[in-house]
């Protein structure tokens, strides 16, 4: 080890010391970010009433972690139930699912504050900022609940309904204070019929966070799901992406070993800069070698072409969109079936008939016994890249 790397070595070492004794001396920062995660327990997680939530829904609750869309493909022939959404970005898809389920006499329950202007259009609202002001209370227009009221006082979201239809309900109302005198009122929670089934949209969705469930000081936000029926209710509390264990997260997650992980990749790469520009030599030019792929994929077409074995070429272009199939929509080819061509309808957006026809021209390239034409190799072609543009 020579002295120059000896004079790094003990810099750096110096550097985490002096951060470490800053550190020590640092009082903690508390996390004000809006995360809605039910893993923390910073003021604005959903930890508690994660642990609560089965208490609240009298042990009737089940947590999923996947995809309402991915849920529902499992359980299509579920009985009327309640759903609960917070403030989560749903695909297109999955809430086809959930209209679906509410048409035929399942309920929602959904807090946010955001949403896509297609699902505003067809439910029949419109989100507007109600105030600028740092606090106002939440309170409900039922006679009978009207005296459960939520103070907001920590970064609201100040959002509520307008445009909204004749026929939707209005259950919750944001309520200014000025001098101690009521200046305005706003919708912030409603009712909208919908089929069978009801949609409960609540603009707030910070009533479930650890600060305000620790701090309320009444029953509002029991009486905002006593609006839901006593029944099972499916909470999608994550998309399908797994949580992930990996060291780095721990590592990240804490602001101490985050600032020192970066301070330690930053020392690597000074360190590595100056050492390569001392001893680094000349590197010699290399020719890329020429990529012949096109070359190839020529040769074997023309010989498949002068062979005239359509049936072989057939069976290869079945196993290419199959694959296509599963690496790029994620659906199981195993079984080509009512099923498969359901998700492959459902994926693309294509005609049904017109996948039925490529699908059955598939199964007969695979058929080694199957009499095979020039037109059907074509038609299949041809039905191959409708699908798949």
């Not at 208490?55 to 849920?71: A, G, H, T, W």
């Not at 992930?244 to 990240?252: D, E, N």
Request: hydrophobic share 40%; with cysteine; proline share 4%.
């Amino acid at each position: 080890m020579n002295k120059s790397f000896k004079i790094y070595i003990l810099i750096f070492i110096l550097i985490l010391i002096t951060v470490g004794l800053f550190q020590l001396g640092k009082k903690p920062v508390l996390d004000w970010r809006k995360n809605y995660d039910v893993d923390k327990k910073t003021p604005f997680g959903l930890y508690i009433f994660n642990q609560e939530s089965r208490d609240l829904f009298n042990k009737k609750l089940e947590k999923v972690r996947v995809s309402p869309y991915n849920y529902y493909e499992e359980n299509y022939e579920k009985k009327p139930h309640n759903i609960l959404v917070i403030q989560k970005e749903l695909d297109d898809v999955s809430w086809e699912y959930i209209m679906y389920e509410v048409s035929n006499g399942s309920d929602v329950m959904w807090f946010t504050d955001k949403t896509t202007a297609p699902l505003r259009d067809t439910l029949g609202f419109r989100f507007k900022t109600v105030s600028f002001e740092s606090n106002y209370y939440l309170q409900l227009t039922d006679k009978k609940l009207s005296n459960h009221r939520l103070f907001i006082d920590k970064l609201p979201d100040n959002k509520g309904f307008s445009y909204i239809r004749n026929d939707i309900e209005v259950l919750g109302k944001t309520l200014h204070k000025e001098n101690n005198n009521r200046s305005s009122i706003n919708a912030n929670f409603i009712k909208v019929n919908f089929g069978k089934g009801h949609f409960y949209i609540h603009s707030e969705p910070l009533i479930l966070t650890n600060y305000y469930l620790l701090n309320s000081k009444n029953k509002y936000i029991e009486s905002v799901f006593s609006y839901l029926p006593d029944r099972e209710t499916i909470w999608f509390m994550e998309n399908d992406a797994p949580l992930s264990m990996s060291p780095m997260r721990f590592i990240l997650s804490s602001q101490p070993l985050k600032y020192a992980c970066y301070l330690l990749l930053l020392g690597l790469i000074i360190f590595v800069f100056f050492n390569a520009k001392r001893k680094q030599r000349i590197v010699p030019v290399t020719e890329p070698l020429k990529n012949t792929s096109v070359e190839f994929i020529r040769s074997i077409g023309n010989l498949y072409l002068q062979e005239g074995d359509f049936h072989e070429m057939m069976a290869k272009k079945a196993q290419f969109f199959l694959s296509k199939v599963r690496m790029d929509l994620l659906i199981d080819t195993q079984n080509l079936d009512e099923q498969f061509i359901h998700k492959l309808h459902l994926k693309t957006g294509k005609n049904i008939e017109l996948i039925k026809q490529a699908v059955e021209l598939v199964q007969k390239g695979q058929n080694p016994y199957a009499s095979v034409m020039k037109e059907d190799l074509i038609r299949m072609n041809q039905l191959i890249d409708q699908i798949l543009k």
